[in-house]
């Protein structure tokens, strides 16, 4: 039985007077084809933004080899839900049975000062 997994990461980094903020959606599993991410992005494209959010779309990563989909701040502050919504009527749509989502949360300290923060959704899909 195979299975993906959708992945929403938020990290959290102060450095100093800076705090650096990455957002973003992943695909994981052997299912992934570059059809399935069209399709994906398609289901995307509906979402209308909403004030100056950028829509978002599955690209291969160069950091991890897998597809990502990073969200700028006005996205996820007005069309995050929107975008699970679209995610998860696609797969729907593809076939995929939602199993279950999950979430977890990473926070680290370093001795000299600095801390960082992982939250994560994880969506996991079975065929």
């Keep these: 039985m195979p299975h993906i ?3 929403k990461t938020f990290k959290y980094k102060p450095s100093g007077f800076k ?3 990455e957002k973003n959606f992943s ?3 052997a299912a992934v084809t570059p059809e399935l991410v069209h399709t994906l992005n398609q289901g995307l494209g509906v979402v209308q933004c909403v004030g100056s959010a950028k829509p978002i779309q599955f690209q291969m990563s160069r950091k991890n ?3 990502t989909a990073d969200m700028h701040s006005d996205f996820l502050k007005y ?3 929107d975008a699970v ?3 998860l009527d ?3 749509v593809l076939g995929w049975k939602f199993r279950f989502e999950y979430d977890a949360e990473l926070v680290s300290a370093k001795v000299a000062g600095g801390s960082s923060m992982t939250k ?3 969506y996991i899909f079975s065929k």
């Design 65 to 67: 080899n897998h597809y």
């Design 19 to 21: 705090v650096a903020i």
């Design 79 to 81: 069309n995050e839900e």
């Design 27 to 29: 695909l994981h599993g």
């Design 85 to 87: 919504v679209a995610l």
């Design 5 to 7: 997994i959708i992945k």
């Design 90 to 92: 696609t797969m729907e």
């Design 120 to 122: 994560r959704e994880v």
